[in-house]
């Protein structure tokens, strides 16, 4: 993830949605990482009884993926009218 901000940091294409992103992902990323740490893995405490099963990190890496595919949507739009 790091690796990619910096990429587009450098070529001077980031912008919100980029940072949003990286920024919610890392977060998804640490909150996964104190789980592992506290509780020997995820506690999952959100239950919506029909459906599924899920805590705070995994609505911050299905939030931040959307983000950083939208950047990349209207980077390749904007490039291609170039």
């Known amino acids: 993830m790091m690796a990619i901000?910096?990429?587009y940091k450098r070529r001077n294409q980031e912008t919100f949605i980029l940072?949003?992103?990286?920024?919610i992902a890392?977060?998804?990323?640490?909150?996964?990482l104190i789980c592992t740490i506290f509780w020997?893995?995820?506690l999952d405490y959100i239950y919506l009884k029909p459906y599924f099963v899920f805590d705070l990190k995994d609505i911050y890496l299905n939030t931040a993926m959307?983000?950083?595919?939208?950047?990349?949507f209207l980077l390749y739009k904007k490039q291609k009218k170039v």
């Open 5 to 7: 901000y910096i990429y």
């Open 66 to 72: 959307p983000c950083i595919i939208i950047h990349a």
């Open 26 to 32: 890392i977060a998804g990323a640490i909150s996964a």
């Open 40 to 42: 020997n893995g995820t």
């Open 19 to 23: 940072s949003a992103g990286i920024t």
